[in-house]
């Protein structure tokens, strides 16, 4: 099979030694992160403090840009934060919860760091409305629908869910929202660099996402999307010297807001992260993630067919177009056979209530792919994994 996208391979030193399946969790490291965080030592060896002046400074916006270019945000409505807990609460702190619309609606499915913090507003007076999935796989995009009423303010969602890689419409979703006044926060963290995004066509309110995983960017920098009608309206009570219009004035007492997405900053930002995330970011706008989708599809439907020759059973979504690159497999003592898979530097994840969870990414070859699945089938068939049995599930 002719893949052009495997010249990419020799950018990612991890790929000359492991077979790398777990771009949902870590992707790989882009070789040019040694070059950029030399950059930042230089940077800082060599400029000090003129640093801040020179670039520093202004980088959560800048990357933010950089960022937005990825999910179709306009110039301006991005900035860089630790990772989506912090944006959640962020987002969260610009809300009160006392008046009528005091609904918050989200799915069964969402990351778990992300209900806790929204589980949390109930004792700020919050109601909050979970919307139950079926088969553990798949949000009922009705049930959403109807869950979202008048007295919605907040639905937070995942547009790929981490335990499936089901994709939801969150169109659909944001439409409804958006008829009874209610606001959407969408998590794009398990989309962004491998399912198109869209954040403006869309017309969400709130995105945010990490790029540790399908972006390459390694952890320290997360994402928040504002759409802009909203900037001059929001004020988030969880905020620092960066939101403030005039940081330098130093002034005392409240904080004067910034006019513009600067208001969503909090205090000074994590640069070493934010450097090596820059690696990363410039191979998937290169590449274009319509080119990864299409390599996806075609390997997701090759994962399909020869997990189901080999006896091997998907718990993803059998509908192509409904999954993301991940793919899960549900098999006996599956976070063992996973470890076992580890030791033999095959690199996948377990989650409990899932499955081995596995992803090609653009520099994936088929012939990993089938080396994969047939080591699985061996190791069942061996027993090579009880040696793990005792050691529970599988933490990264
Ligand atoms: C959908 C989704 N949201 C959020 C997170 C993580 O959030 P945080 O950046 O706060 O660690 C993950 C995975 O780690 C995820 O898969």
């Keep these: 099979m002719d893949d052009d996208l495997l010249a990419w391979r020799r950018e990612f030193p991890i790929l000359e030694r492991s077979t790398y399946l777990v771009s949902h969790s870590l992707g790989a490291m882009p070789r040019a992160v040694w070059s950029e965080l030399q950059a930042y030592a230089d940077t800082w060896a060599t400029r000090g403090v003129r640093a801040w002046a020179e670039g520093w400074w202004q980088m959560p916006v800048t990357l933010g840009n950089r960022l937005g270019s990825i999910i179709g945000a306009a110039p301006g409505s991005v900035v860089m934060h630790q990772n989506v807990s912090v944006c959640q609460s962020l987002v969260l702190s610009c809300f009160d919860f006392d008046g009528p619309r005091n609904k918050i609606v989200y799915e069964d499915l969402n990351f778990p760091s992300v209900m806790y913090i929204y589980e949390a507003q109930r004792a700020r007076g919050a109601r909050v409305h979970m919307v139950p999935s079926e088969d553990g796989m798949r949000v009922p995009l009705e049930r959403m629908l109807e869950a979202i009423d008048e007295r919605t303010l907040l639905v937070p969602l995942s547009h790929v869910i981490f335990k499936s890689g089901y994709i939801q419409d969150v169109q659909a979703i944001t439409r409804r929202a958006h008829q009874v006044g209610a606001l959407v926060v969408a998590d794009l963290y398990q989309s962004t660099g491998n399912v198109p995004v869209d954040v403006s066509a869309w017309d969400v309110d709130f995105a945010t996402g990490g790029s540790v995983k399908w972006l390459c960017g390694g952890p320290g920098a997360g994402y928040l999307y504002v759409a802009p009608r909203l900037h001059a309206k929001l004020e988030p009570r969880m905020t620092g010297w960066m939101a403030h219009a005039h940081p330098f004035a130093f002034e005392t007492g409240p904080i004067e807001y910034a006019p513009d997405v600067t208001r969503f900053l909090h205090g000074s930002p994590a640069i070493p992260a934010l450097y090596a995330a820059r690696a990363g970011y410039e191979i998937i706008s290169k590449l274009g993630v319509p080119r990864i989708r299409e390599k996806a599809l075609r390997q997701g439907r090759l994962v399909w067919q020869a997990a189901e020759e080999r006896g ?51 520099y994936t070859s088929d012939e990993e792919l089938l080396h994969c699945l047939d080591s699985i089938r061996e190791i069942l068939d061996a027993g090579a994994h009880r040696a793990h049995m005792k050691a529970g599930g599988v933490g990264f």
Excluded: C
């Design 312 to 362: 091997l059973e998907p718990r993803s979504p059998s509908n192509p177009a409904e999954r993301s690159s991940m793919m899960i497999l549900d098999v006996p003592d599956g976070a063992a056979v996973a470890r076992e898979l580890i030791r033999r530097e095959i690199l996948v994840d377990h989650r409990p209530g899932a499955g081995i969870r596995l992803s090609p990414h653009f």
